[in-house]
């Protein structure tokens, strides 16, 4: 194992035991994955529990998903992964995670609500699309979500969870870690009564001020 993969695998693991640690995946629940090169992906295993996660545990696939090395069997949502990296070229990690809240949000039957929270409009300036109920693990529901996926960096899966895609591991982690601070807040605010608006001019500077900053990222 290579300097690179050595600290891939480690990364995995400390996205892996922060998701855990804010409840945003839960026992064997939630999966993640990196590109080690253009041929080869590192993946969560299925059925292990996420919060022990060892090196060792980690398995790499081909673009096929098909297992090249490991002891483990690869995510049963293996093919959920390789349609988000099909669709999304410049990505280099995908997190799936079940976010409590925001899964709540889609089991009551609501959508994600806009124009509310300044953290939320400039992480999210397009919306985030919730996706209708497929199966999980299903390749129906990874096909479904491919389109999506070319527009989004997360989307919401009806009555699941999310799944976020990034140029690293901890990018992609933290377009899941925000969506679920911002519908913690918004749950809050319905409980007390329901969520006010912003006013419509300092949304739309909440959005240009991500347009701005996108523009220096890499
Ligand atoms: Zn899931």
């Not at 889609?106 to 509310?116: D, L, Q, S």
């Not at 969870?161 to 807040?185: F, R």
């Not at 500077?205 to 220096?216: A, K, P, S, T, V």
Request: aromatic share 6%; proline share 7%; with cysteine.
């Amino acid at each position: 194992m290579d300097a690179l993969e050595h600290e891939l695998r480690q990364e995995l693991i400390e996205i892996t035991n922060r998701l855990s640690s804010r409840g945003l995946i839960r026992a064997a629940g939630g999966n993640l994955s990196v590109r080690l090169n253009p041929e080869e992906i590192l993946i969560t295993p299925t059925r292990l529990a996420k919060g022990y996660l060892r090196e060792e545990d980690i398995v790499v696939i081909d673009q096929q998903g098909h297992l090249l090395r490991g002891e483990n069997t690869p995510s049963t949502d293996t093919a959920f992964h390789l349609a988000a990296y099909a669709a999304r070229p410049d990505a280099e990690a995908v997190v799936h995670a079940h976010p409590l809240i925001t899964t709540a949000f889609t089991v009551a039957g609501r959508e994600i609500p806009t124009g509310i929270l300044p953290e939320f409009e400039i992480f999210f300036p397009d919306g985030v699309p919730v996706i209708p109920y497929e199966t999980p693990s299903s390749r129906d529901l990874a096909e479904f979500c491919q389109p999506f996926l070319k527009m989004y960096d997360i989307i919401v899966l009806g009555h699941h969870g999310t799944l976020s895609l990034g140029y690293s591991l901890t990018i992609a982690w933290l377009a899941t870690e925000h969506l679920e601070t911002c519908m913690e807040l918004l749950f809050y605010a319905e409980c007390l009564g329901g969520a006010q608006p912003l006013p419509e001019d300092t949304v739309n500077l909440l959005r240009d001020l991500h347009r701005q900053d996108r523009n220096i990222q890499p």
